[in-house]
């Protein structure tokens, strides 16, 4: 009976333990929600001086749109001449990388199921990567989601406009001054973004401090603060790639899982799959804020803030991506990882030292 009494003394002890997390976790989400995140991005005229955006915006982890720095004659050639057609011939005859999905969403979760803050199962379904010509993937552009070929979006990361796209790559500059002097670091990646109202980038987040720059077009982020309750939803999900059968009249597609080179399966990929435009699966405590970024404009997105990204139109654009590891680590990236393990070791039930150590 005593063994018994002090399992039960124990059971009580680790459900209070649990109780009290969920309270400090869900008053961590409170108080993010209204101080932390603003009910609308900001919008800052002109160029900021590097040290004040450094202060206001990077350490603060605090998002904001630049209007007005994207005018000088550093930028005249990509604002002025980017189009389909330029595009399509400054490029010539050179392959780019282009991710094709049946519906418009590569790197998400499939076949989930969705409830209110989580969505239990589900593939990481990757896009189809193809390689065409610009004047090809501007064609199927024109042809839209309807057209046999599935969604195109031109969306490789890792540096693609140096990479991919040299004959445009002096379109724009090599690196934002004001924005690399801030974070105190050049551009780790420039990538080109090419896409239209059917692509869509799921809830995600990024390590890097990204400048987001639209040429054309219009960009919209929904964004969640990096302490946000929806990282209970980083799940790990088996890896999926699409393929399409060639030449079928149907345009049949297949999700078939992605295995390593000798067959094997490939270690589960960490992925949100929440929507959190969809009020209903988000966690009670979440705080989403959607913003609109227009041609001329710029996004700062802060390190690991998370951002579902689509286009109300045909939008072309760049994004620097810089490492703040190679520069300035702000003290609320440390809370947001501290935050994330939280989060997850709740949804697992655990609360010991080690399992807030080892979930990542």
């Known amino acids: 009976m005593e063994s018994a009494g002090r399992e039960i003394r124990h059971g009580d ?9 969920e309270k400090a976790a869900a008053w961590l989400a409170a108080e993010s929600r209204a101080l932390w995140v603003p009910a ?4 800052l005229n002109g160029a900021p001086p590097p040290l004040a955006f450094l202060r206001e915006h990077v350490l603060m982890s605090a998002p904001c749109i630049v209007r007005g720095a994207m005018d000088g004659a550093e930028w005249a050639r990509a604002r002025e001449l980017w189009s389909l057609e330029y595009l399509s011939a400054a490029m010539g005859a050179l392959p780019v990388t282009v991710n094709v999905t049946p519906h418009g969403r590569g790197d998400a979760v499939v076949g989930g199921t969705a409830t209110r803050g989580l969505v239990i199962g589900g593939a990481f379904a990757k896009p189809e ?15 839209g989601a309807h057209g046999a070929g599935g969604v195109h ?3 490789l990361q890792d540096g693609n406009l140096r990479a991919q796209h040299a004959p445009i790559a002096a ?25 239209d109202s059917d692509a869509v980038s799921s809830v995600h987040a990024d390590h890097y401090e990204n400048l987001y720059c639209v040429l054309s077009g219009e960009k919209v982020f929904t964004l969640l603060p ?23 009249a149907a345009a049949r597609w297949e999700l078939a899982p992605e295995l390593a080179p000798d067959g094997s399966a490939l270690p589960p990929v960490p992925w949100i799959g929440l929507d959190p435009t969809v009020p209903d699966q988000l966690p009670e405590q979440s705080a989403a804020v959607t913003v609109r970024v227009r041609a001329g404009e710029m996004l700062f997105l802060p390190a690991n803030w998370y951002h579902r990204v689509t286009q109300s139109e045909l939008t072309i654009a760049v994004n620097f991506w810089h490492d703040p590891i190679q520069a300035t680590v702000p003290p609320a990236q440390l809370l947001a990882q501290f935050a994330r393990k939280v989060h997850r070791a709740l949804h697992a039930g655990e609360l010991d030292v080690a399992a807030l150590a080892d979930t990542g």
């Open 13 to 21: 002890v680790a459900a209070c333990r649990l109780r009290a997390v």
């Open 40 to 43: 609308h991005v900001p919008c």
């Open 129 to 143: 990567e193809r390689e065409m010509t610009f004047a090809q993937f501007a064609d199927a552009l024109r042809k």
């Open 153 to 155: 979006y031109l969306s």
């Open 171 to 195: 379109d724009v500059p090599a690196a934002v001054g004001w924005f690399a002097d801030a974070v105190g670091c050049a551009p780790d990646a420039i990538n080109l973004w090419v896409g």
């Open 226 to 248: 990096p302490v946000d309750p929806i990282s209970r939803d980083l799940e790990p999900r088996a890896p999926a790639r699409y393929t399409q059968a060639r030449g079928h």
